[in-house]
């Protein structure tokens, strides 16, 4: 479980860390890509999800629980509540450049451990219990 607590932040970032790795690439091309620059990227997005996403998602989990198993429901609900948030709260503060850099990035950690947090935690508990 521990294991599985350590590599949800790390896909989560990898995920937000792809698609602005994509952004710049596009705004940029290949021969402007710098290492660097990557690899600050994705430390700060893997800060994010080890001190953002991971306390939240178990404050979820440890919150909700019965819901959780009960239904996917709860969890897809959530999720989709969290993302308009988000984007919504870096619309207002930052504008359109923040929406793309920062509110969906982080929207899509938040996925990321939605659907992780489903199929490595929750549906393997639900599965034993109903066993």
Known sequence: MIGKA??????????????????QLIASGVEYLNIEVALAVFAVSLMGNFIIGLPIALLLFFL??????????????????????????????????????????ASISAMTFAVLGWHWVIKPMRVAKND
């Open 64 to 105: 909700s629980n019965n819901q959780l198993f009960g239904s996917p429901t709860t969890l897809v609900i959530t999720v989709v509540l969290t993302v308009i948030v988000m984007i919504l709260a870096t619309f207002i503060f930052g504008g359109d450049a923040a929406v793309l850099v920062f509110g969906i990035p």
């Open 6 to 23: 350590v590599l949800m932040p790390v896909c989560a970032a990898m995920a937000a860390w792809s698609y602005v790795m994509v952004l």
